[in-house]
């Protein structure tokens, strides 16, 4: 049992850029949650749009906080939730814009928080598949997830479905890499600072499950091997040179001749042969200095 205090005052933090229906349903869900926990629950939602398309969202929720963050780059707009946090506040709870929670998330992840006094928790992301997915994406399970269950310790942690106990956060300062906003994984990042030499105690929580959209530019083969490289890349970040380069080289030598025996065995690629690949390319590529970079805006935000 937990000796840490029950957990009273939360905030939910939404980083958003450019989706406003999404971002519609997703407040609609997360203030409904909101209601039905007896906590106090505050949900802020930063726009990382120069042109602040997501205020007149906003504006339709009467308990959401609206706050803008023009600097490009998700890892400014995660600094300024942070920069939203009061003093008071006891948790924060992060979910991306392309998400919906299923019922009884926001219960969940408290229920657990408080059950096990862990300082993170975070679950499980599933997709949302509609009719415009393709069946060989759907087939070679490239949107299938791991399956883990409550009380287990993850490897990594994001910020797509996450609650983090404030008293953990505050005495270390840390912040999202603004350096990492184009290339992706700060999220990865920051969280792994936050356990790196503490006693962070960071749990799985199977019952607090959000579903993911499957958005239509991510339904094809070239942002999935993008996405498969950009992994890779990341995963390089904390080994070292050789032992990224030698280990790129592995993956890439193991997943090139299996994506051969696929097409053989089941006329389609599958996800595991795939993404070794992906990631093999990926490594090498960080360790040769290039890098993909997913999320590219101009200063405008274009």
């Known amino acids: 049992m937990s000796t840490e205090p029950r957990l009273q005052k939360t905030v939910i933090s939404i980083a958003t850029f450019r989706r406003p229906a999404l971002l519609r349903s997703l407040l609609i869900e997360c203030v409904q949650q909101a209601t039905e926990v007896a906590r106090a629950v505050r949900i802020v939602v930063v726009d990382n749009d120069p042109a602040e398309s997501a205020r007149e969202v906003v504006a339709q929720f009467d308990s959401v906080d609206y706050v803008a963050e023009h600097t490009p780059g998700i ?18 709870i992060f979910i991306d814009d392309d998400e919906i929670p299923s019922p009884g998330w926001l ?7 408080d059950a096990t006094g ?3 928790v975070t679950g499980p992301v599933e997709p949302l598949i509609d009719d415009a997915v ?15 269950e409550s009380g287990s310790i993850p490897d990594s942690v994001a ?13 270390t300062g840390i912040r999202f890499s603004e350096a990492l906003s184009m290339k992706g994984g700060s999220d990865t990042e920051f969280f792994r600072s936050l356990r790196a030499g503490s006693d962070i105690r960071v749990l799985w929580c199977s019952d607090a499950v959000v579903q993911e959209h499957i958005l239509p530019a991510r339904a094809n083969a070239k942002w999935l091997f993008r996405r498969a490289v ?3 890349n990341i995963n390089a970040r904390y080994r ?17 001749p299996y994506i051969v025996i696929d097409y053989f065995v089941h006329r389609q690629p599958m996800a595991r042969s795939w993404n070794m690949l992906a990631h093999g ?9 290039i890098d993909v970079v997913e999320y590219r805006r101009g200063r405008s935000g274009k």
Do not use: C, H
């Not at 393709?134 to 883990?148: C, D, K, M, T, V």
């Not at 070292?240 to 090139?256: H, I, M, S, Y």
């Not at 390319?281 to 200095?289: A, C, H, K, P, R």
């Open 75 to 92: 890892a400014a707009a995660r600094n300024r939730g942070l920069d939203a946090l009061t003093a008071d506040d006891e948790a924060m």
């Open 107 to 113: 219960s969940a992840l408290l229920t657990y928080a």
């Open 118 to 120: 862990a300082d993170v």
């Open 134 to 148: 393709p069946q060989w994406i759907l087939r070679g399970g490239f949107w299938r997830r791991q399956s883990r």
């Open 159 to 171: 910020t797509n479905n996450t609650l983090m106990r404030l008293s953990a956060w505050r005495p």
């Open 230 to 232: 950009r992994i890779g």
């Open 240 to 256: 070292g040179r050789v032992k990224a380069f030698v280990g790129g080289l592995a993956r890439v030598a193991v997943g090139a």
């Open 281 to 289: 390319v990926g490594m090498i590529g960080n360790v040769l200095s």
